[in-house]
């Protein structure tokens, strides 16, 4: 099937105005989640997911994937407006954007940040729709070695890329994996670590563990350290730029939206990390490098454009490997996989239409929200106002519900709540969610497919060295984990 074939497979699903108010309302739940500090767009889309299990997988996609579009974009709000990034891939975005807030140029910045976040994703996307086929036809050629060897990449870059120690980074990894192992054998059906409980028996469910690390934990920190917001009293005005100054930052959106896809597509390094990298290149290269981090657009524009082209480049690995590109694309896996659906390339082959919509939710996401940031930037701020002691209890229980909802079960309560307490705990030692849920979700894809190499090679170690590509990525994996340390010691090598 070709690219356009693909892209408007299924654009008739988008004719029917249930899809597109889907879209929409997600887009708005989404900036919502965004723009308050401490909700972030995995506990948006982890608390509604139980919402989708009523709707077809059509419509519970573009739903999820308009909460998770918007959100990337409306961090940006409250890092501009009170220098409190609203998700951490907005953390760029406020060295910039809240300086210009604090000159009375709020509105400014808030358009400059809009209009580069829709650039951004569009691109993303177009890399999405070109690079995913792709990727796909090369992954009908994996076995269980390559498959085992880039689980092993995705443990190795939340390693390495996560905020803090490389090793406590590892540690988080690992601790996902062994929190996937819970429940039966997925080949012998035998129990493990279930302590004689039934409920066990059967795993720990994806959305407890999530919602628990993301959702809970949260609330819990939030109520530990709760700091009072300053806002910016400067009126909110000239929200969208003249075209020619926008065409006059384009050069310097195309090469952060080139950053933040390539990034993005790498599993686990997520928004953060591309507008970071793309916010310190164009410093790095621009002839006012000392300006940046005085309130100037060009900051705003470069953190903006990588941060929502990350959005397209995360779901290059999620679609073509099945592997999540962050903990979003992590969530979006879990709601394909409760449809029956299995990420991957035949995905492609049997389900173009589900392909299609990710592509078109995507699209329509990004132009609704920019339509909803640049018109209703003003009323989008007050959320910021909205009182703590409101807002978490509310949090709470929409983690208590949406878990409960799952299986109407009270363990699954329990599973929320345990894992709320310990990614509090594990946070007081700078572990952070992020590595542990991706382990967990990588755990399955990992352990299944280094057994079945096994298996098929009779015990024999060397299949994973002997096969050309499972080499390659093994040896990947190597200079991921043992390179920096390596190279820092060639370095310090005495002459």
């Not at 909700?39 to 948006?44: D, H, I, P």
């Not at 961090?75 to 951490?88: D, F, R, W, Y």
């Not at 806002?231 to 050069?251: H, N, W, Y």
């Not at 929320?416 to 007081?428: E, F, T, V």
Request: net charge positive.
């Amino acid at each position: 099937m070709g690219v356009f074939e693909l892209l408007t497979a299924g654009l008739g699903s988008f004719s029917e105005p249930f899809t597109l108010f889907l879209v929409v309302a997600g887009s708005v739940l989404g900036i919502f989640f965004g723009a308050i500090p401490g909700l972030t767009a995995t506990m948006g889309m982890a608390i509604f997911m139980p919402m989708t299990f009523a709707m077809s997988d059509v419509h519970g996609m573009v739903f999820l994937v308009g909460i998770y579009v918007g959100a990337c974009y409306s961090g940006s709000l409250s890092s501009i407006l009170v220098n409190i990034p609203g998700t951490p891939s907005a953390i760029a975005t406020g060295f910039d954007g809240h300086t210009m807030a604090k000159k009375g140029k709020a509105g400014q910045a808030i358009g400059y940040a809009t209009l580069a976040s829709a650039l951004g994703g569009l691109f993303g996307v177009l890399i999405l729709v070109f690079a995913a086929p792709v990727l796909a036809s090369l992954a009908l050629e994996f076995s269980a070695q390559e498959y085992t060897g880039i689980a092993l990449l995705g443990i190795s870059i939340v390693s390495y890329i996560s905020f803090g120690s490389t090793i406590k980074g590892l540690i988080g990894g690992l601790i996902g994996l062994l929190l996937a192992t819970v429940g039966q054998d997925v080949i012998s059906a035998y129990p493990r670590f279930v302590f004689g409980s039934k409920d066990l028996q059967a795993g720990l469910q994806m959305i407890p563990v999530m919602v628990g690390f993301f959702g809970v934990t949260e609330v819990l920190v939030k109520l530990e350290s709760e700091t009072r917001v300053q806002q910016v009293t400067a009126k909110i005005s000239k929200v969208l730029p003249k075209f020619s100054e926008l065409f006059r930052f384009g050069p310097k959106m195309a090469f952060s939206s080139i950053i933040g896809t390539f990034i993005g597509a790498i599993p686990a390094a997520g928004g953060a990390i591309a507008s970071m990298a793309a916010y310190g290149l164009q410093k790095r290269f621009s002839k006012d490098s000392e300006k940046y981090g005085t309130g100037i657009p060009e900051g705003v524009v470069a953190a903006e454009a990588a941060n929502n082209a990350a959005v397209g480049g995360a779901f290059v690995p999620m679609l073509s490997l099945g592997i999540p590109g962050d903990p979003q694309t992590a969530i979006l896996i879990g709601a394909l996989m409760i449809n029956g659906l299995a990420p991957g390339p035949l995905l492609f082959a049997t389900r173009p239409d589900i392909i299609s919509t990710i592509y078109l939710g995507n699209v329509f996401s990004v132009v609704t929200f920019a339509l909803v940031g640049l018109f209703g930037a003003r009323y989008f701020a007050r959320l910021i106002k909205v009182p703590s002691h409101f807002l978490l209890p509310a949090i709470l229980l929409a983690c208590i519900v949406g878990a409960y909802a799952i299986r109407n079960t009270m363990f699954d309560v329990w599973v929320l709540l345990g894992c709320g307490l310990l990614g509090y705990l594990l946070q007081k030692i700078s572990i952070m969610p992020a590595p542990i849920i991706l382990g967990f979700v990588l755990g399955p894809i990992l352990e299944d497919n280094f057994r079945r190499s096994l298996i098929m090679s009779n015990g024999d170690w060397s299949t994973f060295v002997t096969r050309p590509i499972s080499l390659f990525l093994i040896l990947v994996n190597l200079a991921i984990l043992l390179g920096p340390s390596l190279w820092s010691r060639f370095r310090c090598k005495p002459d």
